[in-house]
């Protein structure tokens, strides 16, 4: 198993007294650039480490929002392609289903790997709802974008015999011909995000790495429709653990109530994360009318549960809860190793822990100490697992 380390980059001096919502509508007034400054000084700093310690690492971006200051992903790409040295730098995501530039996307993905040498894995998300204002796109259509922008960008990583044209619904160029080409051979490898069974079992087709996020024991079920996917192509064998990937979130410490503290500031990315305007939460053509139909008959299962079936809110559930969920691996090392081996087991086998195991206001000194203990009492076993 390989483990990520990951941090949405957040501002969290804002979180309180904010006016009702933390995405795209708060002023960029509440933010001191001063203090904005310190806090992406010290997650790089966070990152550093990580690679010091044989963690790989993650990025992504959100726009518009205190709880994520990383708008631009290939920034944080661009700087530790070149001061990391040994991590794997995972973007997940980069939001295909909102860029209007499918070339640029290309350009600057494939020069990230030239400079990593070889170390990028390229994650590409729809987007979440509430940003589609925000990149002044619709939300209509959006799944259509995102396979022909996903199309485009492979074909311009693997050409490499001159210019081609391109013509499709969304996308018109006539003349690519990108430089420097990715300097893994055919191109990076490809990840995905999703809670839908019906895309997981796509992704299972492409066979393409597919990360669950926070879904902690409803998980299993889009694993299985991956599976399914996998087999449609005749392959003849079941996907490795490698294909399976699942974001959670970490808090180990030498001792229990320790860790409990701990995690009490890393759930924090699940309690302000949805806080959005209404207006912004579901942009019509986003959701498929069916699925709005169940929201608006109130069908719409919890987003989690626990192994034997209870329902989980992720929003204001205890700690003890999101543990029971698997949303939370929190503990001693002994208990961290073994919830995460449980969880991992459940689902038939893990590949990737994408591990937030620093969010909101956790300290520095406690992030540093997350993520030393668990690379030197927890990774090791996690490897020979």
């Not at 995501?93 to 990230?112: F, K, N, Q, V, W």
């Not at 503290?261 to 207006?279: C, F, G, K, N, W």
């Not at 689902?347 to 100490?369: F, I, K, P, R, Y």
Request: proline letters at 7%; a negative charge; hydrophobic letters at 35%.
């Amino acid at each position: 198993m390989r483990v990520y380390h990951f941090s949405e980059q957040a501002y969290p001096d804002v979180w309180e007294g904010h006016p009702g919502t933390l995405r795209v509508s708060l002023p960029n007034g509440r933010m001191d650039p001063d203090r904005a400054a310190d806090l992406l000084h010290r997650y790089y700093d966070e990152w550093l480490l990580a690679d010091e310690l044989g963690l790989d690492i993650m990025v992504n971006e959100h726009h518009q929002t205190a709880t994520c200051m990383s708008s631009t992903c290939i920034v944080a790409l661009s700087v530790l392609a070149r001061i990391t040295k040994k991590a794997r730098l995972l973007v997940l995501g980069y939001p295909m289903g909102h860029r209007p530039d499918p070339l640029r996307a290309a350009e600057e993905l494939s020069t990230i790997d030239v400079i990593s040498r070889g170390r990028l894995d390229m994650g590409f998300v729809k987007g979440v709802p509430y940003e589609f204002a925000c990149s002044n796109q619709n939300a209509v259509g959006v799944m259509d974008r995102f396979w022909e922008a996903h199309d485009f960008v492979l074909k311009a990583m693997t050409t490499h015999d001159g210019p081609f044209n391109w013509e499709s619904e969304h996308f018109h160029y006539r003349n690519v011909n990108i430089w420097p080409r990715p300097y893994q051979a055919p191109h990076p490898p490809i990840w995905s995000t999703t809670a839908s069974r019906g895309t997981a079992r796509v992704l299972g087709a492409k066979g393409y790495v597919m990360a669950c996020l926070g879904s902690g024991y409803n998980s299993r079920p889009i694993y299985d429709a991956y599976r399914e996917g996998f087999a449609t192509l005749g392959r003849g064998s079941e996907p490795s653990a490698d294909r399976f990937a699942y974001l959670g979130l970490v808090a180990v410490a030498d001792n229990e109530a320790k860790a409990r503290e701990r995690a009490v500031h890393v759930a924090s990315y699940l309690r302000t994360s949805p806080i959005v305007a209404p207006e912004f939460r579901n942009p019509p053509g986003y959701l498929s009318p069916e699925d709005n139909a169940r929201i608006l008959k109130g069908q719409t299962p919890p987003r989690t549960r626990t192994k034997d079936g209870r329902p989980i809110s992720m929003f204001d559930g205890s700690i003890q809860d999101l543990i029971d969920a698997g949303v939370l691996f929190c503990g001693t090392p002994d208990q961290v190793y073994s919830q995460i081996v449980e969880f991992s087991d459940y689902c038939g086998g893990l590949g990737h822990l994408l591990m937030m195991g620093q969010a909101g206001a956790m300290s520095h000194a406690d992030t540093v100490d997350n993520l030393t203990l668990f690379a030197k009492e927890v990774l090791p076993r996690l490897k020979s697992h």
